[in-house]
């Protein structure tokens, strides 16, 4: 028997969701085993911040090098673990690499010392690290979620505990052998099997001065609670309804597969994904009919297998959430256009689903729907669009579709969220700051702004030593 297989029943476990084998299953670690991951974590970061950030980032370069040389490896262990279409999987692979490439070739003149003007001898901002953190991160991503916290904090000199979705755990040993294979030293990324109810205490610890979680609202409150009373920064990111606003029928064909694009990636389950669809009424009916015309021609399957389109939820009680919300809005009076309900396939498969008339008073109105369910509404005009967008608690990101770019950035400018892409469907990429506002958390991740939420920006002041000493207040 494999030494990490424990009794049946470990909440950290490999389950196929297309076949519902559990594969593997890893025992949590002792409360002594985690204070020495702890230990280790704060006894490296001296080390690891003394060296320059050139070092830092060559480092972590070599990551995103190795771990496109992995790539079908990794990819097939998504695909195993969360149900990922294989081509999908492929593509968060090339896009972990991209961003620990980003960081590794950027970081060390993203952190460069800023000069500030005054009126006699200098200023300067200096980033520097701020020691162990914890990232707490999802199953949807397994590889992408990981990096975009770990490659910017690494690159600054934090060392990294990761305690990953209990659902991904070789997703999670594959991610640290990539780091200890390319040379990070031991205690600088380690991954941690445990429970989520022992964070809690991860945070508590004054050897860890910060935490990052990527997951649900329930959770995100929970750590952001913890981290409060400590003291200590938090960067949360959860979950998300994202509007995508259609405003004309320019080029309509292109307009409706980037919305099936946006609502059907990753099957659904992807926190930035189109959810909620809001068109004006002279494109709705089109708009309608062509969206359920691609959503129609999704293919069930294993998810293995290149011919298929629509791959498994990520598990089996994800399948009945999403189906007990669907229930909800048809027993209350929704229109189902296409779908609502699940195919006669095993596995955790839930059919391609568009709703209409959506009203307050369902779960689908106010809930995120993290699966392949897209709701549509029919608005009068631009107001009207803006003000049913902005009714959602939360506000991740956004999508507008318009011929007249000025048109388009006036509702951009107007829509409650931390991202709006016009003409595209959000989306992530190394360079470009990700996160949101309201019930989506706060905080960011990636480009230049990602880098700086663990930093300590510290002010250096050199004055004369023989100027005046100015009377010292605040």
């Not at 770019?405 to 003409?423: D, Q």
Request: charged letters at 25%; proline letters at 7%.
């Amino acid at each position: 028997m494999d030494a990490h297989v424990t009794a049946q029943g470990s909440p950290i476990a490999t389950v196929n969701p297309y076949t519902g084998e559990r594969v593997r299953e890893f025992p949590p670690l002792s409360s002594e085993e985690v204070g020495r991951a702890i230990d280790a974590a704060h006894r490296s970061f001296p080390d690891w911040r003394a060296r320059s950030t050139a070092d830092r980032g060559a480092v972590v370069r070599r990551v995103g090098g190795l771990m496109r040389e992995r790539k079908e490896e990794l990819a097939h262990l998504l695909t195993l673990e969360v149900g990922k279409l294989i081509d999908s999987s492929r593509a968060e692979v090339d896009l972990a690499s991209d961003i620990l490439t980003y960081y590794g070739e950027h970081g060390p003149e993203l952190l460069e010392e800023r000069p500030l003007p005054v009126p006699e001898g200098t200023a300067v901002l200096v980033n520097e690290p701020l020691g162990v953190l914890l990232g707490v991160m999802p199953w949807n991503f397994p590889l992408y979620q990981v990096v975009r916290f770990a490659a910017p904090n690494l690159v600054l000199g934090n060392t990294i505990l990761l305690k990953h979705a209990s659902s991904c755990p070789q997703s999670a040993l594959a991610i640290e052998q990539l780091f200890t294979d390319t040379g990070v030293p031991s205690g600088v990324y380690t991954n941690l099997f445990v429970r989520g109810a022992d964070v809690g205490k991860i945070i508590d610890d004054c050897r860890v001065q910060g935490a990052s979680l990527t997951g649900s609202e329930r959770a995100g409150v929970s750590l952001g609670q913890i981290a409060g009373r400590n003291v200590k920064k938090s960067v949360l990111e959860l979950g998300g309804s994202d509007p995508f606003v259609v405003l004309d029928d320019h080029n309509l064909e292109r307009t409706v597969y980037a919305a099936f694009l946006g609502r059907m990636g990753n099957t659904g389950q992807c926190c930035v994904a189109a959810k909620r669809f809001i068109a004006l009424a002279d494109v709705y009916d089109a708009f309608v009919t062509g969206l359920r015309d691609r959503m129609s021609e999704m293919q069930p399957g294993d998810p293995v297998d290149p011919a298929t389109t629509l791959g498994p939820l990520s598990s089996e009680a994800a399948a009945e959430l999403l189906m007990e919300q669907v229930r909800d809005a048809v027993d209350k009076g929704a229109t189902v256009v296409l779908g609502g309900g699940r195919p006669d396939l095993p596995g955790a498969f839930v059919e391609p689903t568009l709703l209409t008339d959506v009203t307050p008073d369902m779960r689908a109105y106010q809930e995120e729907l993290f699966g392949p369910v897209a709701t549509v509404y029919r608005v009068a005009d631009e107001d009207e669009a803006v003000a049913l967008a902005n009714t959602s608690p939360y506000g991740l990101g956004g999508a507008v579709f318009a011929a007249d770019p000025e048109r388009a950035r006036g509702v951009a400018n107007r829509l409650e969220a931390g991202m709006v892409w016009i003409n595209h469907p959000t989306a992530s990429r190394p360079e470009l700051p990700f996160g949101g506002i309201k019930r989506s958390g706060y905080g960011r991740e990636l480009g230049d702004v990602g880098i700086m939420e663990f930093a300590n920006r510290k002010l250096v002041r050199y004055v004369d030593a023989d100027a005046p000493i100015a009377e010292v207040l605040g």
